[in-house]
């Protein structure tokens, strides 16, 4: 290995010596070969002759020494390199043309593929994350999907499976922590003690959980998240052993978590299952259908995914055969486990494999380009090669320097494409970050760097292998030709069908940017049923204690007493929910028993599933949702007379098909025991309560009786961004130990809930963009070379007296030509392939035949101008000077 | 150098050229001279392709230049064989004998 490296670094370096070497060498053996002639009667000057003629000429044989030696393949590369960046310098526009397409088409997979790679591809920051399984119940039969599970349903799977090594269960609570005068509502996440065990995570400082503090009458114990332990906490080192008045018990910090996307749910604090009061509750235990939690499992090593969902089948139906109460057949229960990895990431899966064909497609098309404008110069250069070829040059050696030439502009382009792809990067970070945890590792870094190497290099092989392969003319046809104004056949459809390929690709993307911009705007004009403007939100916690269930009920009325007098606030409600909240958006419809008089279920019957919403009587008219028949809430209903409840037209519509509901009543499941009956006073109009592409529900609207919802709904007279802090102080004026947080307009929430969308339709578009500017900056460099080419031609038609409208009519319709035909083939491929974005449509076919002319009509337009511009040209053209040229 | 200038078999030249050196070291032109002589002129060595194959030969190690004092006291460039090379002489000597074994039980030289 040495003595290779030595050598070629002696090739490299010592050219002078390696060069009289060789010479010397071989005027050594001319010399003994013409004495040898000499000896057997020749004279010298013919012995000398002879002597060249054996050993085949002296710079052909000192050629082929050369090339025997290793470090030559390495110096024809940096030749070859040094060759390509002077010819870049020389033509510093085609270098910036081809260079700017590169690096937008490069930098925009690279951005992507950080984001493919950060949360598809990248390994779990756990511990074999490959291991874990989230469990997921189903009752596909009755259409709930991911039903959270109870106490003894986790104990159930971790008894009777065989081939898990834990089940961990986790929940969401939010809690207070109480400090002297103020309070703070902190998102907690109640797991298992081993839960931190099986996910294999270890903590930053202190120590997680152990199987002791989980124990009932163990003191109570905190571990903070990375992301409170900073915010919250300033960071404190201290902070292990620091205490928090938390449930009215005081809870100690044991340990902080690393910086890791925390799953299912980013949390504030975690604390041991025994420590949630409801969680803990004897009640709740004992209850199979009290089900809160999610459950994930750690498979035992070797096993696979497959063999535990077989494996997990068979406890199911273990379990929904011994409690047939629970399960009815008719409900369809089954349990799924599918792979934590895919899981976490499951929502932004769809948007970023399509993103990623997308950006590929740019790609193309920005190698389609750069082919051309090569293929442009390489024309120019048709000459040059020519002579190159006769004079010994091996096509496999201009081969090889077309494309050092073509991978030194696209590694260029690259390295330019990655200075664009942090600050894209961000961006596409920003929007997505509401879709999965694992954003958060989102970065570029060795397997990114990795990736856009590969695609630099691979698309300067594959842009410089068409023009580099088209030139079989190089033995020297153009030369004997004697003028180069005459193009190949050959190289002239290669041009045009990389115009049609890219005009084809553009018109797909455009199409399916037209899909998504004509499906957000009929998203944008859906009626939410509600009037959301100047609608301000906050969750209003108070503690217990201090408060308890009969207190809170005054806490509601003076809140709302005291918002409602504060001038600029038109009117306020409190309700458990309120529509596009957030929280309901990822969470979808509640399912909740109940039963109307008169219609008991049948046994085969799927159970009637329904979200149940408590509101304060003026709920309807804050929010300006209709009472379509019967009457609305009454304060009277808040405080005495028989229970009532409204209805949505939706429920009406599923329920009472044929009657009106007004007057009917109905009951409700409250833990196995029935609810008295409670009368329907009043149908609702539906509220696109889970965002604006989701049909509504079916909804009942209860009234506040006892008890406190938390939600308060101001509507204002004024901007509500501006009023949010007057009523953060007066609801901190009843009561200064309320937590308040989540303070948002509903109109921000609307907004929100339509990110998805929105950054489909957006990216789509600014792709879409991105690609029609590269294809019609093609077309253009396109004919403006094929006028340059036909500049004879042209003078001729000109001098036999074709006006100048007819001949730019007539390079414009060839142009135009190609574009069609692109444009057809896109149209074809765009039909084939927007099925692929069907789940991001809304209310918009695939195959929208508008949105389809609308597009092609739109490239048409912008593709004639660009086939405009070059074609003017022609009118510069002196039929005089351009018969002469030559 | 009309009589068999016939084509060496590929890799045939390298074996020569090893075996040649086997006994001293040697210039290009010598090496040359005593294939024509050992072969009886059987075989002539294309001089076109001698140079490039030694080139090759050093470069992959097997081989080493130096330059000295030729017979003619002109200054020669003499090649050696190097350990390495001695052992890849051994293995091209019996491959070499297992082919043109199998090639005269094929022709039928008997």
Request: net charge positive; glycine share 8%; hydrophobic share 45%.
């Given at each position: ?356 064909g997308v950006?590929g497609f740019v790609l193309l098309i920005a190698c389609a380009n750069?082919a051309n ?93 068409a ?26 459809h290669l041009r045009s069908a990389l115009v049609v390929a890219q005009v084809a690709v553009s018109v797909i993307l455009l199409a399916g940017a037209g899909l ?251 792709f879409a963009?991105?690609a029609v500017?590269i294809s019609c900056?093609g077309i253009?460099?396109v ?30 319709r060839q142009g135009l030509a190609l574009v069609l035909a692109g444009t057809a083939l896109g149209m074809a491929g765009a039909a084939a392939l927007s099925r692929l ?9 695939p195959t929208?035949l508008?949105t389809f002319a609308a597009v092609s009509m739109l490239f048409l337009i912008v593709a004639a101008?660009a086939c ?19 | ?110």
């Open positions: 290995m040495a003595n290779r490296l030595l050598s070629i670094f002696r090739f490299l370096f010592r050219r002078q010596k390696m060069e009289q070497d060789l010479d010397a060498e071989l005027r050594y053996h001319i010399d003994r070969l013409t004495e040898h002639h000499v000896a057997q009667g020749k004279s010298r000057e013919d012995a000398l002759r002879q002597a060249r003629i054996d050993v085949g000429g002296i710079e052909p044989t000192k050629e082929e020494c050369r090339d025997a030696r290793l470090g030559r393949a390495i110096e024809r590369f940096l030749q070859d390199v040094a060759y390509g960046a002077r010819v870049l310098r020389k033509n510093p526009g085609f270098a910036a043309a081809a260079m700017i397409t590169l690096a937008l088409g490069i930098g925009a997979n690279t951005a992507i593929f950080s984001l493919v790679y950060g949360v598809l591809l990248r390994p779990l920051p756990y511990a074999q994350g490959g291991q874990l399984v989230v469990l997921h119940q189903n009752a596909a039969k009755a259409h709930i999907n991911d039903l959270a599970f109870s106490v003894k349903e986790i104990a159930d799977y971790r008894d009777q499976s065989h081939t898990l090594q834990a089940v961990v269960e986790h929940h969401s609570m939010n809690f207070l922590l109480m400090s002297k005068d103020s309070a703070e509502r902190v998102e907690t996440a109640v797991v298992s003690a081993n839960f931190f065990d099986v996910l294999g995570v270890r903590p930053l400082l202190g120590r997680t959980f152990v199987a002791g503090d989980e124990a009932y009458g163990s003191g109570a114990v905190l571990i903070l998240s990375y992301k409170y332990w900073q915010s919250h906490q300033r960071g404190d080192p201290a902070i292990i052993g620091k205490i928090f008045q938390m449930n009215d018990r005081p809870h100690t910090v044991i340990g902080v978590l690393p910086p890791i996307p925390q799953y299912p749910a980013e949390s504030d604090v975690y604390m041991p299952t025994s420590q949630c009061p409801y969680r803990s509750s004897a009640g709740f235990i004992g209850n199979r259908r009290s089900r809160m939690m999610t459950a994930f499992a750690r498979l035992k090593p070797g096993v696979t995914t497959e063999q535990a969902q077989a494996d997990l089948s068979v406890v199911a139906s273990q379990i929904e055969r011994a409690n047939p109460d629970v399960y009815p057949a008719q409900d369809g229960y089954s349990l799924v486990a599918s792979p934590l990895r895919e899981d976490i990431a499951r929502r932004a899966r769809a948007m970023l494999l399509v993103l990623l950006a750069v404008l090569l293929l442009a110069r390489l024309l120019k250069l048709e000459r040059e090669l020519a002579v190159r070829a006769a004079l010994g040059a091996s096509k496999a050696r201009l081969v090889q320097q077309v494309l050092t030439e073509s991978v030194l502009l696209s590694v260029l382009g690259g390295l330019l494409g990655l200075a664009f792809a942090p600050p894209a990067l961000a961006v596409l970070v920003r929007f997505t970050e509401g879709f999965t945890q694992r954003v958060a590792e989102v970065r570029i870094d060795g397997p990114v760097l990795l990736f856009t190497l590969l695609i630099s290099v691979g698309t300067g092989v594959i842009f410089g292998l023009p580099a392969f088209s030139s079989h003319g190089w033995g020297g046809s153009a030369f004997h030709q004697g003028s180069w104004s005459t193009s190949s056949r050959s190289r002239h998504m911009i004509r499906s957000f705007v009929r998203l944008q004009q859906v009626n939410p049923g509600f009037s959301p403007d100047r609608l301000l939100t906050m969750r209003i916690s108070p503690g217990f204690p201090p408060h308890t269930m009969q207190t809170v009920r005054l806490l509601g009325d003076n809140i709302l007493a005291k918002v409602k007098a504060v001038t600029g606030v038109e009117t306020a409600a409190m309700a458990s929910s309120f529509p596009f909240n957030p929280v309901g958006l990822v969470s979808g419809p509640g399912a909740s028993d109940y039963e109307i008089e008169g219609k008991p279920p049948s046994k085969v019957d799927v159970k009637p599933t329904v979200d149940i919403r408590i509101v304060s009587a003026n709920y309807f008219e804050t929010i300006r949702q209709p009472i379509v028949k019967g009457r609305s809430f009454t304060v009277q209903d808040e405080r005495s007379g028989p229970a009532v409840v409204i209805i949505n037209q939706s429920l009406a519509r599923h329920r009472f098909p044929n009657e009106d509901p007004v007057g009917k009543r109905i009951r409700f499941d409250e833990m196995m025991s029935w609810t008295p009956w409670v009368e329907i006073v009043g149908v609702a109009g539906d509220v696109k309560e889970y965002g604006l592409g989701q049909p509504a529900g079916d909804e009942i609207y209860g009234i506040i009786r006892n008890g406190f919802v938390n939600r308060l709904i101001a509507r204002t007279s004024l901007d509500p961004n501006s009023m949010a802090a007057v009523i953060r102080a007066t609801v901190h004026d009843v009561d200064p130990l309320v937590a308040i947080d989540q303070l948002d307009t509903v109109e921000r929430a609307e907004y929100d809930s339509m990110a998805s969308p929105r950054l489909m339709t957006l990216l789509l578009g600014i963009g991105l500017v900056s253009a460099a004919m403006a070379l094929a006028v340059s080419q036909r500049t004879r031609e042209i003078g001729i038609r000109m001098a036999l007296g074709a006006n100048r409208s007819a001949v730019v009519s007539m390079v414009l974005l069907s789940t991001f449509l809304y209310g918009t076919s929208d508008l101008i405009f511009i070059p074609a003017r040209l022609v009118t510069r053209i002196d039929p005089l000077i351009a018969l002469r040229q030559e | 150098m009309a009589r068999a200038k016939s084509e060496l078999l590929q890799g045939t030249l390298d074996l020569l050229i090893l075996k040649t050196l086997e006994l001293e070291p040697m210039h290009g032109w010598g090496i040359t001279l005593r294939i024509q002589q050992v072969s009886e002129s059987v075989l002539q060595v294309n001089q076109g392709s001698l140079y490039p194959a030694l080139h090759r030969l050093e470069e992959r190690g097997w081989i080493r230049a130096t330059w000295k004092a030729s017979e003619n006291n002109r200054q020669a460039k003499y090649y050696e064989l190097t350990a390495q090379g001695k052992r890849q002489l051994v293995e091209e000597k019996q491959n070499w004998l297992r082919l043109s074994g199998a090639m005269a039980r094929i022709v039928g030289t008997a």
